[in-house]
């Protein structure tokens, strides 16, 4: 199978780069084949656009291509193992690469990873879906969980993660629904864990700039303000007008 595994981490389990079909169209350009779900995420150019927290996902195992970027300095990016029972649980590891069309890095669901010097970056996802039962089950539309930049290693969270793979007649529907339901209104969220219980931080993108629609796209990662944070982490309300506001999900 040509989309076979090019170099696997064995710092971090389940790490990899995997070749992907990359059909060239001239000595400069390609196609890149995608998959049952694909997403791009778009750093905008001459902006600071540096992700403030790290990413863990439950239900999702990222597989990112990264397409272009500006400037030649490399891409630098940090991963920590939280998943339970990991035989490489709580390791870090350090990973740099340039843009590369032709691979794609495989990000194990339960795997924190935080992408550094991505100014300009343009990242194809072909992310695989999973699912679980019950206690184990995540929501697709909010299966992120952040976890602040500067947090020592040792107090990385420990997670379970979803077991079985989505099958492949689910994501359609998967991505319908998400669809149906999107809120223009609303920048993407972040999310903390607080003792088990998920603090989310939104904020109203129009509240107070009707131009919403031709702002960069990197302001909904916008660096979250300390005071707010601090106060989310300590589970109280921030209820200042404008403000981004924190509540509780079960």
Request: with cysteine; hydrophobic share 35%.
């Amino acid at each position: 199978m040509y989309e076979s595994v090019l170099h696997e981490y064995s710092e971090i389990g389940g790490l990899k780069w995997i070749r992907n079909i990359n059909i060239p169209t001239g000595p400069n350009s390609s196609i890149l084949l995608g998959g049952l779900a694909t997403t791009a995420e778009i750093r905008a150019p001459g902006y600071y656009t540096e992700y403030s927290v790290w990413g863990i996902h439950l239900a999702t195992d990222d597989n990112l291509t990264f397409v272009s970027k500006e400037g030649n300095d490399p891409i630098i990016i940090s991963f920590v193992d939280c998943r339970a029972g990991s035989p490489t649980h709580h390791r870090y590891l350090e990973v740099v690469t340039t843009p590369d069309p032709r691979r794609r890095l495989v990000v194990p669901r339960g795997v924190a990873h935080l992408p550094m010097n991505v100014r300009g970056l343009i990242t194809i996802n072909t992310p695989q879906l999973y699912w679980d039962y019950k206690s184990r089950f995540v929501s697709l539309e909010i299966d992120v969980i952040n976890v602040e930049r500067e947090r020592p290693l040792d107090k990385f969270p420990t997670y379970d993660v979803c077991r079985f793979r989505l099958p492949q007649f689910f994501y359609p529907p998967a991505i319908a629904n998400f669809k149906a339901r999107y809120n223009p209104l609303y920048q993407a969220p972040f999310v903390f864990d607080r003792s088990g219980r998920l603090a989310v931080l939104r904020k109203l993108a129009q509240a107070d700039n009707p131009d919403f629609e031709d702002l960069p796209f990197e302001l909904s990662h916008a660096t979250i303000p300390s005071s707010i944070l601090e106060r989310v982490m300590a589970n109280e309300p921030t209820s200042s007008p404008g403000e981004q506001q924190a509540y509780n999900h079960s």
